[in-house]
């Protein structure tokens, strides 16, 4: 079956430092790879998608590329703030069948500290 | 517009009883997904409607699980006989349902403490 394998962290830099928190993920078919962010006592929110092979996605400056090859999909921002601070989830939804539910990583707790 | 919203956004009750969660989906949106956060087990599939039909239930845990879809909006997820284990956050999302690339739109879910 479908399945996200995620960096667990936790993670904790300093404010403007280089974040990376890996992704890989198994699947049938071919899907779509996606970042969910969780802020502190927020639901869950989209935070960029790629659809198909070398396709990246970008938003807030938070960047991940959907590399085939090595079925990765690894989040990377150049410089973090202390807004960052969050849960990042990876997630992927399958081309096979009708049901385009998402399977998640187990999450990654982002601290930022000043 | 509104987004998902979830209602009660907490509910406290006791082991053995029955409780219902209600998700209301952005309007429009013919898919609808519930999931369910837990500490141990992460961020789980229960179960997926396409307008009022449910084609997939292979996450429902336990047939203690059930869910409806009326109207082709509002959806109820109810448990039955309350087990400790079945504290979480219970999260509604909704999408368009018509492509895979569809974003998923999450409500604030409803924690369930079963004590």
């Known amino acids: 079956g479908d399945s996200v394998t995620q960096m667990e962290g936790p993670v904790t830099l300093s404010e403007e430092a280089f974040l990376t928190i890996n992704c890989t993920y198994t699947?049938?078919?071919?899907?779509?790879l996606f970042w969910y962010v969780q802020y502190p006592g927020e639901g869950l929110q989209l935070l960029l998608k790629?659809?198909?092979?070398?396709d990246k996605g970008s938003n807030k400056g938070f960047e991940a590329t959907y590399r085939k090859e090595t079925t990765s999909f690894h989040l990377e921002k150049g410089s973090v703030q202390v807004s960052d601070s969050a849960v990042y989830f990876c997630?992927?939804?399958?081309?096979?069948?009708?049901?385009?539910?998402?399977?998640f990583g187990k999450g990654t707790l982002l601290t930022v500290n000043p | 517009g509104a987004g998902v919203s979830q209602s009660p956004s907490n509910k406290v009750t006791e082991k053995g009883k029955d409780v219902e969660l209600r998700c209301d989906p952005i309007?429009?949106?013919?898919?609808l997904y519930w999931y369910r956060q837990s500490l141990g087990q992460g961020l789980e599939f229960l179960i997926y409607?396409?307008?009022?039909?449910?084609?997939?239930k292979s996450g429902l845990p336990s047939d203690r699980f059930s869910a409806e879809r009326t109207g082709g909006s509002v959806s109820t997820l109810t448990i039955q006989r309350t087990q400790q284990e079945d504290s979480a956050v219970y999260l509604c999302?909704?999408?368009?349902?018509?492509?895979?690339?569809?974003?998923?739109?999450f409500g604030p879910g409803t924690r369930l403490t079963v004590l």
């Open positions: 999302a909704s999408s368009d349902g018509s492509l895979r690339t569809d974003t998923q739109y």
């Open positions: 699947a049938t078919g071919y899907p779509s």
């Open positions: 790629a659809t198909k092979a070398d």
């Open positions: 997630a992927l939804s399958d081309s096979g069948g009708s049901n385009y539910k998402l399977t």
């Open positions: 309007s429009g949106h013919t898919a």
């Open positions: 409607f396409q307008g009022n039909s449910a084609p997939d």
